[in-house]
């Protein structure tokens, strides 16, 4: 008999996070598993999922009523019944949560946290009593939520995947030339980038600074207005500092970077630092959180302290000064993340997961 699946994601896109819930989804109903995909009505990831052939239930999960998101949960789960349901995010976690230890939960619950916990030790041992298993997307994950009171026998750690359509596309010349209008691009700079939400970018921008090569640094994923965009505008010649927002057509602009960059403290398991890992660029990441999964310093590049803009400036100047090193981290860096990070491990460990809880007794 086929396994009915339910996914529950309340965010609508853009996010990393949003990408590996659904080519998860996708490569499951891929490997035979009926997926019902539930997501906010009128979203991007609802067309995608739509686009995928997923069977897509809109659910608009809103802040603060968790009351009200589990009653739709349970209408939902009532006229569409499943064999196991999977949270993806917080909402739907907190609502998931409040129906199973009030008995109204009718299959086994999945819980997968893809960023570093910032509930309660109290919250995060309630959701993880209510839970089969708890899926940590990385190692860092997995200790924090241990640390926050959830049982080691409840965590199974499944990393995020990469996926390979969002990198392996044609590029064509034009979207190129595109990204250079858009930044500003010049040969008299180097072109660095940090492809992500406002996280940390602002201790490389005070790293510039102390940085001697010209760069320019593109912040994508960055509004203009704000106190990043403030930062940028300060950055001393001879480097320069752009904040462009986010847009589907990304992936030319990889072929300007000389360098990615991720500072963020928080990642459960980075999809852009995949993605530019994938496309052979050499990456620089905070030591910190899930970074330490995915990146394994002087092999596939390299690891700073966190909000040490001396670190930052000494890495950035360090790679850009030795292309020999920048080629041979960028080439490993390819094949950590196409083949101990590829998509298909995720999908098989999933799969795993999910036909143990439906298929054995209910874990306690």
Do not use: F
């Given at each position: 008999m086929t396994m009915r699946v339910l996914h529950v994601l309340h965010q609508g896109g853009g996010a990393g996070s949003v990408t590996s819930t659904l080519h998860l989804s996708l490569g499951l109903q891929r490997a035979g598993v009926a997926v019902r995909f539930a997501c906010p009505p009128h979203s991007e990831v609802e067309a995608l999922a739509r686009a995928g052939g997923l069977e897509v239930h809109p659910l608009d999960l809103r802040p603060g009523e968790r009351r009200a998101n589990a009653a739709a949960l349970a209408e939902l789960l009532a006229r569409h019944p499943v064999e196991l349901i999977n949270s993806q995010s917080a909402r739907d976690r907190q609502a998931l949560t409040w129906l199973a230890l009030c008995g109204a939960l009718p299959a086994p619950l999945v819980l997968t946290r893809r960023q570093m916990p910032r509930t309660f030790v109290l919250e995060n041992w309630l959701s993880s009593r209510a839970a089969a298993r708890v899926v940590a997307v990385s190692g860092a994950v997995a200790g924090a939520l241990r640390r926050r009171g959830t049982p080691a026998r409840k965590l199974v750690v499944i990393p995020n995947g990469l996926v390979t359509e969002r990198v392996d596309v044609p590029v064509d010349p034009a979207g190129v030339e595109h990204w250079r209008e858009r930044i500003g691009w010049t040969p008299e700079q180097r072109t660095i980038g940090i492809v992500a939400r406002p996280k940390d970018q602002a201790v490389v921008l005070a790293a510039l600074a102390r940085v001697r090569t010209p760069v320019r640094l593109v912040l994508a994923g960055v509004e203009p207005a704000g106190t990043l965009g403030a930062l940028a505008r300060e950055v001393p010649w001879p480097h320069a500092a752009v904040c462009v927002p986010f847009a589907p057509g990304i992936r030319p602009l990889y072929e300007l970077l000389d360098l990615v960059l991720l500072p963020s403290r928080g990642e459960g398991l980075s999809q852009s630092l995949l993605e530019a890992m994938a496309l052979a660029k050499p990456v620089i990441?905070?030591?910190?959180?899930?970074?330490?999964?995915?990146?394994?310093?002087?092999?596939?590049?390299?690891?700073?302290?966190?909000?040490?803009?001396?670190?930052?400036?000494s890495a950035i100047e360090r790679l850009l000064a030795d292309p020999d090193l920048a080629l041979r981290l960028g080439d490993a860096a390819r094949h950590t993340a196409r083949e101990k990070f590829a998509l298909e491990h995720t999908i098989r460990r999933t799969l795993g997961l999910y036909r143990a809880l439906a298929l054995g007794p209910r874990p306690r």
């Open positions: 990441a905070s030591a910190a959180a899930g970074n330490l999964d995915l990146v394994t310093p002087e092999a596939d590049g390299l690891l700073v302290p966190p909000l040490d803009p001396a670190g930052w400036a």
